[in-house]
């Protein structure tokens, strides 16, 4: 009798670990290369760090953003840039052929969506929120949430088979404030890797050194062009440390309890879509098995 209860116990014990070690799929979507390495870099770097699966796609080749060069020869450029951020967030990266600021969120784009979510039998997809500045970002984020629900109806986008379960959708930070600000449910520290995002993002060098300071005005004589001086350059204007107001220090609290928040220099926060599953707090720990580990 002891020797079966013992067998029994340890059975439990294995698949109990067996669940605390489940392995998690993970996709996120945006409108362009470089999209989700500047809003979700660092955790992605901290999922893969811990075995997890992750995956970056991009709905558009890019292939307009830059002031002097455009095209297949912009498009393929900025697809070897995010194959480069992807093997140094220790990640995969898929670019689409969609064409940069022509993004609609037909129904083409939509079963291209769903095919890439179920295809990489998601837990999570992160998406952008439908309210931004640029058209491609709102078009991205309705065809995400488009797909939501729809991942698991078998009679859509038939030619792929569909989830057995619908993941949580969830949107990456934007400072929009209309028609609603952006809300931080879940706040994920990310110091332990910020490094390792801003390299990544330093691989988007077409954007990051060229494209983006020249659209937002900045003198180009005072973009480094050593490789070192980059990076720090680089780390200056996208992660630089912060003082946390009132709502972040209150969702970095949740999440991590037993930190002090002005410790915690660099932070990604995440809203939950009412689209997909909606997790309780546990199930959010289990999909988010960094949070608390501070």
Known sequence: MKNILLIICMCVGFMVQAQEKKVLNIIA???????????????AALFAKMGHNVKFVALTNGDAGHQSMGG?????????????AA???????????????????????????????????ADIVLGLRPNDYHPDHRNAGIAVQDAAYLVIVPNVTPDTPPL???????YMKDNFQKPYPFSKDIAVVVDEVIDTKVRALAAHDSQMFEWLPWVSGADMS???????????????RWAREKTWDATEASAIKKWYPNMNTANAKHVEFFEICEYGK?????????????????
């Open 29 to 43: 979507i945006g409108a362009h290369p470089d999209d989700c390495d500047s809003k979700f870099g660092g955790t």
């Open 72 to 84: 297949g020869v912009l498009g393929k450029r900025r697809r070897a840039e995010a194959k480069k």
């Open 87 to 121: 093997e140094i967030l220790g990640i995969e990266y898929d670019v689409l052929d969609n064409h940069d600021a022509e993004l609609i969120p037909t129904l083409n784009v939509r079963h291209q969506v769903i095919r890439k979510i179920r295809e990489w039998d």
């Open 278 to 294: 909606q997790p309780t707090d546990e199930e959010i720990k289990q999909l988010f098995p960094m949070l608390g580990k501070k």
């Open 222 to 236: 005072q973009v480094p062009s050593g490789e070192a001086e980059r990076i720090n350059w680089l780390k200056q």
């Open 164 to 170: 057995k379960k619908n993941p949580v959708f969830i």
